[in-house]
Nanobody, 121 residues
């Protein structure tokens, strides 16, 4: 079992930045790929970014390419999502998730509870 806790969400003006963290416990995340997804009410999870166990493979959703950066620190058992140049359409609940292999679809084994990101115009 892996427990994931997201933090770093909040309210920011358009053009601003936030850094989300995903702290893992229970097992070392070096054994897992990590993904970030977001969801707004009434819609399915949208893929944001994913990173392989070693960080060699990284993927981004089209809507965040060039603005968001995913990273991980296996020594700290933590993953990160740096979000720059935020737009109102980035407003959502952001979730981190882990899985044995890196995926760009939400078929991840373990999920955090989510953190709200709100971008004002």
């Amino acid at each position: 079992q892996v427990q994931l806790v997201e933090s770093g969400g909040g309210l920011v003006e358009a053009g601003g930045s936030l850094r989300l963290s995903c702290a893992a416990s229970g097992r070392t995340i070096s054994s897992y790929a990590m993904g970030w997804f977001r969801q707004v009410p009434g819609k399915e999870h949208e893929f944001v970014a994913a990173i392989s166990r070693t960080g060699v493979m990284i993927y981004y959703g089209d809507s965040v390419k060039g603005r968001f950066t995913i990273s991980r620190d296996n020594a700290k058992n933590t993953g990160y999502l740096q979000m720059n140049n935020l737009k109102p359409e980035d407003t959502a609940v952001y979730y981190c998730a882990t899985h044995q292999v890196v995926l760009t679809t939400p078929q991840y084994s373990y999920w955090g509870q989510g953190t709200q990101v709100t971008v004002s115009s």
